[in-house]
């Protein structure tokens, strides 16, 4: 069974930058694509950002490319998305996603490729 808790949402204002933590335990996490997904009232789950699981690869949507940085610390079995110049816009409940899939060379970018869930945590930001 594998366990995901977000950490580091909030409220933040516009142009500001906050840190979100997911920490994996209950499987290798070292050897899983790990994704982040957000959810806005109202909306669909959609794709943030994705990571492979040895780290060399990062996808990130067209939205947040160049303002949020998707890593991880295999040794920590965390995964981190940094978010800088946020926009009202961002305001949503964030997840992170764990794929069971051992190594894959291919990142799923898809919600449904994705069989872990976190909680979720809120980030809302104000303008």
């Known amino acids: 069974q594998v366990q995901l808790v977000e950490s580091g949402g909030g409220l933040v204002q516009a142009g500001g930058s906050l840190r979100l933590s997911c920490a994996a335990s209950?499987?290798?996490?070292?050897?899983?694509?790990m994704a982040w997904f957000r959810q806005a009232p109202g909306k669909e789950r959609d794709f943030v950002a994705a990571i492979s699981w040895n780290g060399g690869r990062t996808y990130y949507a067209d939205s947040v490319k160049g303002r949020f940085t998707i890593s991880r610390d295999n040794a920590k079995n965390t995964v981190y998305l940094q978010m800088n110049s946020l926009k009202p816009e961002d305001t949503a409940v964030y997840y992170c996603?764990?794929?069971?899939?051992?190594?894959?060379?291919?990142?799923?970018?898809?919600?449904?490729?994705?069989?872990?869930w976190g909680q979720g945590t809120q980030v809302t930001v104000s303008s």
């Open positions: 209950g499987r290798t996490f070292s050897r899983h694509a």
């Open positions: 996603a764990l794929d069971y899939r051992e190594s894959r060379v291919q990142v799923p970018l898809s919600s449904w490729e994705y069989n872990y």
